[in-house]
């Protein structure tokens, strides 16, 4: 197991520059196909970083769009299956969700 460190998060990000770059799809990580070292951790250490944004597609098909560096804007490849795309929200960024505020509990609730 690969451990969270400066040294693996920039591997991890070469990776996915090298695969957008070359219009390829993202490395998966998990399944029978996934890639030897990169973990779904270093991707979102990597979103938190704001160094990639990442969005999902039909049948957990991910795209990642680099944010820095010399190729800032390239994608790796789109789903060739169209649906519905969810965006993960970088930390910070205008429109992220926030957790809801806890509520007070109706006697009801508290009788349960």
């Known amino acids: 197991?690969?451990?969270?460190?400066?040294?693996?998060?920039d591997k991890a990000f070469a990776l996915l520059v090298d695969?957008?770059?070359?219009g390829e799809r993202?490395?998966?990580?998990?399944?029978?196909?996934?890639?030897?070292?990169?973990?779904?951790r270093d991707i979102a250490a990597l979103v938190r970083e704001k160094r990639i944004a990442v969005s999902i597609g039909h049948q957990?098909?991910?795209?990642?769009?680099?944010?820095?560096?010399?190729?800032?804007?390239?994608?790796t490849a789109a789903n060739?299956?169209?649906?519905?795309?969810?965006?993960?929200?970088s930390p910070g960024r205008a429109g992220s969700q926030k957790?809801?505020?806890p509520r007070p509990l109706t006697l009801a609730e508290l009788r349960r």
């Open 1 to 9: 197991m690969t451990q969270l460190s400066p040294a693996n998060l």
């Open 19 to 22: 695969c957008a770059v070359k």
């Open 26 to 40: 993202c490395p998966v990580t998990s399944g029978p196909d996934k890639h030897p070292f990169l973990r779904q």
């Open 60 to 75: 957990n098909w991910r795209r990642v769009k680099i944010l820095v560096g010399e190729h800032a804007g390239a994608t």
């Open 80 to 89: 060739p299956i169209s649906g519905n795309v969810r965006r993960f929200p």
């Open 99 to 101: 957790p809801s505020a």
